[in-house]
């Protein structure tokens, strides 16, 4: 397949006229736009409280390669590899550089230089590498080590904590010396240089990972390890789009820098420091939301990973519980009982929101933590993440603070939620934000379900105060205002009361479905952050209207910037740059709006629907109690492979399988290896003789 069609393969001759929507290269622990003379490590911030944010670090490939003499240029990021490449052609010979963050050994960047002689001469062929770095950060003060069996190092740590009394994070860095030319003598036709950048916490693993990096070098082993690793990471998942070249690439993109935020599938140390907005190559500034962790993560980036990878979807939930501590401290403070997870998470789970009023009143953000947990659950049965893995902690805390923050109304009988600010955050101060109250009322009913499979004993408030919790509704308008005095035609930042149906799943009848939707549709900001409109082509999808749909997802495009797929958090290109919020969003407009895919208790339901545009949509990789399958949408009909198991997932005894359709009521058993065709209808996909109901089907 060339290039050119190739949906994997984003070329250029020319790079953005903006830097910003250069191709970020990351692993889950180093994130580096390509050329920058900045870069980031997972977990690095300087600042305390309010002030905390991405400590920048400087890259020592920082390098250009440029001729003397006129050539050509191209631009390559190959996303089957995760290497970007820079090749230049003159008249005497042609120069490719590669960049890739190593997908294996994360405390590895990369850069290779190849040359290639296009000419016979007595003459040597120069190019120049021109390095932009500099051994100095506004973060971090940094001392020169010993050299290292040959690379430079540095070592600094940031200049204050993230709270009083915690200790400040140490960068160590060692790297092999560029040269300021690499060159070709008469005899020689080609040759090709190496370069490593190891980036690490203490010189004890910054030499350790310098060793292997060596040693990956020698062997020649160094980039097929990384190539392996992509592959891998394709071979377990894959969403293909056969009819729209754009949206097929933009299904690419999206999988491609949202996979490069999580770490590897195979890293069992706990450097995972979460997913910010920017994702790891940004985060020094406030348009980058200065690197920290929103429910843009649980809510936003989770759910499309969390359908292929039972590991990485733990990896984010084992954050979370990482910053148990913290989400106490929030709790306390507010005076409530508990956890209270913050807007605005970095290491410590303490609240690092610049703006109060975040912190104080966007406590949905507890709820969206929680539902991550649930999916996950109803997706693996992997009871290990809330026994020996404190997931329980989170669940059972979230519940007693939602119980200590809600107030008893006794001329309604309700328990209300006052004074919050919703998703929406055009409004604040508000009561009753009916996204809050749903997501609470969903964290509440699950803290009661997990106490009961732990046997638990859980407190009786929880089950009254999700029964009983307020749910504004307008029963003259057949909707749901968005909170206690909310007027129909108010302006709306981003997707909020639309998020009832999906992805929180609140029962409706499909008229009141609509009237949300259109309530919403017209009123809302078309500047506003890119994920919105997915949330409302995946409830257009809901409701049979695939055109519609289609027409709401293409908005999205507009925040596409560039060759390389590099989101913009608005269609302007401002806001955050590589905007993996935007991009997670999207994902799951294709993967849960297409197929319908909802995760549910006992099930996973689908309803497939295909715009005009998409002939097919190929979804390799689902994984579904320790089972991984293969779906191939058409138009008329849907074709589902279970694969040979191998029980990798979170559950290790992987379920015997069956599909249910809703229509005929037919049952069709999976059986791994053999493909099962049905007609195109809604049904779901459960364990064999399961409890006969399943929502929605």
Not at 3 to 20: A, E, M, Q
Not at 433 to 449: C, D, G, H, M, R
């Amino acid at each position: 397949m060339s290039c050119d069609s190739d949906p994997y393969v984003f070329t250029t001759d020319t790079l953005p006229s903006d830097p910003r929507f250069l191709p970020p290269l990351a692993n889950g622990l180093l994130g580096w736009k390509v050329f920058d003379s900045i870069m980031h490590m997972g977990g690095v911030y300087n600042g305390e409280a309010g002030d905390c944010h991405r400590a920048d670090v400087p890259c020592p490939l920082a390098v250009k390669i440029e001729t003397e003499e006129p050539a050509q240029h191209n631009y390559t990021l190959d996303t089957h590899t995760g290497i970007f490449s820079h090749t230049l052609s003159s008249a005497s010979v042609t120069a490719s550089q590669s960049l890739y963050c190593h997908r294996f050994y994360a405390n590895i960047l990369v850069m290779e230089v190849l040359l290639e002689r296009r000419v016979t001469s007595e003459e040597p062929v120069v190019v120049n590498l021109v390095s932009s770095f500099a051994p100095q950060s506004k973060d971090i003060q940094f001392e020169s080590s010993p050299d290292y069996k040959g690379g430079r190092h540095i070592q600094g740590q940031t200049a204050k904590a993230e709270f009083p009394g915690e200790s400040c994070p140490t960068v160590h860095l060692i790297w092999t010396p560029v040269p300021s030319t690499v060159s070709l003598p008469p005899e020689q036709t080609k040759a090709r240089w190496g370069f490593i950048l190891v980036v690490a916490n203490s010189v004890e693993a910054a030499k350790s990972s310098y060793d292997e990096g060596l040693n990956l070098m020698a062997t020649g082993n160094l980039r097929p390890s990384h190539e392996k690793a992509w592959k891998e990471l394709w071979l377990q998942s894959k969403v293909e789009v056969t009819g729209s070249e754009t949206l097929s690439k933009a299904v690419v993109g999206c999988m491609f820098y949202l996979l490069s935020a999580f770490p590897s599938i195979h890293d069992t140390s706990s450097y995972f420091c979460g997913l910010s907005p920017g994702g790891l190559s940004n985060g020094g500034d406030g348009q980058d939301y200065w690197g920290h962790v929103f429910w843009d993560q649980d809510i936003w980036m989770y759910p499309g990973i969390a359908l292929f990878y039972p590991k990485l979807a733990r990896s984010v939930l084992e954050y979370r519980v990482g910053t148990i501590d913290g989400a106490k401290d929030n709790a306390q403070k507010q005076g409530y009982k508990g956890l209270k997870f913050p807007w605005e998470s970095a290491v410590s789970g303490r609240e690092v929101c610049p703006d109060d009023i975040y912190g104080q009143q966007e406590i949905h953000i507890n709820g969206d933590v929680t539902l991550a947990f649930q999916h996950y659950l109803y997706l693996t049965e992997d009871l290990s993440m809330f026994t020996e893995g404190r997931g329980s902690e989170v669940i059972f805390g979230v519940a007693d603070y939602w119980v200590s923050r809600v107030k008893w109304n006794p001329d309604d009988q309700k328990y209300h939620l006052l004074g919050v600010m919703p998703p929406d955050e055009y409004y604040y101060n508000v009561n009753n934000s009916v996204y809050t109250n749903t997501v609470a009322k969903l964290s509440l009913q699950f803290a009661v379900y997990l106490a009961d499979l732990l046997q638990h004993s859980a407190p009786k408030e929880w089950q009254e105060v999700a029964e009983c919790i307020e749910i504004p509704f307008d029963q003259e308008l057949q909707y749901h205002p968005e909170y206690d005095g909310y007027s129909k035609g108010q302006p709306v930042k981003q997707a909020d009361t639309v998020m009832l149906g999906y992805p929180l799943g609140l029962p409706m009848p499909p008229e009141v479905r609509r009237t949300d939707l259109e309530a919403y549709e017209p009123v809302t900001d078309p500047n506003g952050p890119a994920m919105t409109w997915g949330m409302f082509a995946i409830g257009w999808m809901e409701l049979g209207e695939a055109e519609k749909a289609q027409r709401l997802l293409e908005k999205c495009f507009k925040n596409i910037q560039g060759p390389f797929q590099v989101w913009s958090e608005s269609p302007d290109g401002s806001g955050a740059v590589n905007f993996l919020t935007g991009m997670g969003g999207f994902l799951q407009a294709v993967l849960f709006g297409y197929t319908g895919f909802r995760v549910q208790k006992e099930c996973l339901a689908f309803a497939p629907l295909l715009p005009d545009e998409v002939c097919e949509l190929c979804v390799r990789g689902i994984n579904y109690l320790g089972n991984q399958m293969d779906w191939l949408l058409r138009k008329d009909d849907v074709c589902v492979i279970l694969r040979e198991q191998t029980g990798r997932a979170g559950n290790t005894n992987p379920h015997k399988l069956q599909v249910v359709l809703k229509a005929s009521g037919a049952k069709i058993p999976l059986t791994p290896g053999q493909p099962v065709t049905f007609p195109r209808e809604a049904g779901c996909i459960c364990k064999m003789d399961p409890p006969s109901f399943c929502w929605p089907l």
